[in-house]
């Protein structure tokens, strides 16, 4: 389905953190629902860069997401932004899919793009690499895919219950870029698919900023349930990201957080027996 050509087909928020750095700053925009938390670093602590980047787009009846934390320079996130932004027209055709065959394709055209030979050797000619998270909702499923060490949560109150917050694990020595994970005879990466339960689910993705400041306090996925579950998603964000500028947190973080509210009952209700 391709969309109407008198019509926005989509928004989008794109940020990149060598532009805009909010070194010492919190700043916080919304596209639609999807809301975009920024903080580059307490100047104090050393803060003087701000590798991280992000895109937010909202289409009809879907949701995209996709943060980045760089190393060793922001070429690798200019590379991975642009690149997907260039080809997010297609994706976003690929979205318009049935809910059956959705995930699959878009999954297999990502991993295309990531392994073409334009992209790989455009990888070799910038300095420094970057982890990279995307993620889609459509109707009551959330499909993500995660090179490296940045974090998507599904907050829930029946998966609290069970102490299950995080989707992926952080992985470390696994990148886009210079040093690239794609350009491996075996590229590792993390993928999956999930069933979001009745009511309101909210997504949350960070880079590690968000989880490494000070105490570490929101390696605990507890306490980024209390936080961020209840109430009002900017504020929460705001919440979280101010934790961090008093814990001096040097690096920077990035947060990309909105709900959907799934009207649907769950394939396995919430009183299925534990075996």
Not at 54 to 77: P, R, T
Not at 94 to 117: A, G, K, P, W
Not at 123 to 149: H, M, P
Request: aromatic share 10%.
């Amino acid at each position: 389905m391709v969309p109407n050509e008198n019509q926005e087909p989509f928004r989008k928020l794109r940020w990149i953190g060598k532009e805009a750095p909010y070194l010492g700053q919190i700043k916080i925009d919304s596209c639609e629902e999807l809301v975009l938390g920024r903080y580059g670093g307490h100047r104090q602590a050393g803060a003087y860069k701000n590798e991280d980047g992000a895109l937010a787009v909202k289409g009809a009846d879907w949701e995209f997401a996709m943060i980045l934390d760089g190393h060793n320079s922001a070429e690798s996130v200019n590379l991975v932004l642009k690149t997907i932004e260039n080809k997010f027209d297609k994706l976003a055709i690929i979205l318009e899919e049935q809910i059956d065959t959705v995930f699959q394709s878009f999954e297999s055209h990502i991993l295309s793009i990531f392994q073409s030979e334009a992209f790989l050797e455009s990888c070799k000619q910038i300095q420094g690499e970057t982890a990279c998270l995307l993620c889609v909702r459509k109707e009551k499923y959330l499909w993500w895919l995660s090179v490296g060490d940045c974090v998507i949560y599904l907050l829930h109150e029946d998966l609290h219950k069970l102490g299950q917050y995080a989707l992926n694990q952080r992985q470390f020595y696994e990148w886009i870029g210079q040093i690239n994970t794609f350009s491996l005879p075996i590229p590792c990466y993390s993928s999956g698919i999930r069933e979001l339960r009745t009511g309101q689910n909210r997504i949350i993705l960070v880079t590690d900023g968000v989880l490494e400041c000070a105490e570490r306090f929101y390696e605990t996925s507890l306490h980024l349930y209390n936080d961020c579950y209840e109430g009002d998603v900017p504020a929460n964000v705001k919440h979280i990201l101010q934790h961090v500028h008093e814990s001096a947190g040097q690096d920077s973080a990035t947060i990309i957080c909105w709900d959907y509210v799934n009207p649907h009952p769950a394939a396995i209700p919430s009183n299925q027996p534990k075996r």
